[in-house]
């Protein structure tokens, strides 16, 4: 079954293929930040969801977790995030990914002054 792009602000990421697009262009990512990506789009813009959601993800039970898995994961949103500031330059909007108050994560769409 092939999963249609879901857009969150100016850019969309189809799942099945791992391929995030935006106004600058087209990327693949890696299995890695394909799985961080998906979190985040299946629940959408503004949605939050707890941490232990991306360890389940990234770390099913039986796969070594590393040490300070939450280090880990933010190494990797960081690398994500460089990646979506690329692909939506030239949109006015970027997207933030934060922790809200609760330490729950969540995605918002910025626009550019």
């Given amino acids: 079954m092939i ?3 879901k857009a969150i602000g100016p850019l ?3 799942a099945t293929m791992g391929r995030l697009c935006g106004p600058a262009g087209c990327v693949t990512l ?3 930040l394909k799985a961080i990506a998906q979190l985040f789009w299946e629940n959408g813009e ?3 969801f707890p941490f232990d959601t991306v360890k389940k993800t990234l770390w099913p039970e039986g ?12 190494s990797d949103l960081g690398e994500l995030r460089v990646i979506t500031r690329i692909l939506a ?25």
Avoid: I
């Fill in 12 to 14: 969309a990421f189809n």
């Fill in 89 to 113: 330059h030239g949109s006015g909007r970027v997207l933030d990914f934060r922790q809200n108050k609760a330490g729950d994560w969540l995605v918002k769409v910025r626009t550019l002054r």
């Fill in 3 to 5: 999963k249609h792009p």
């Fill in 46 to 48: 503004g949605v939050a």
């Fill in 30 to 32: 890696p299995a890695y």
């Fill in 63 to 74: 796969y070594a977790c590393p040490a300070d898995p939450e280090q880990a994961f933010r």
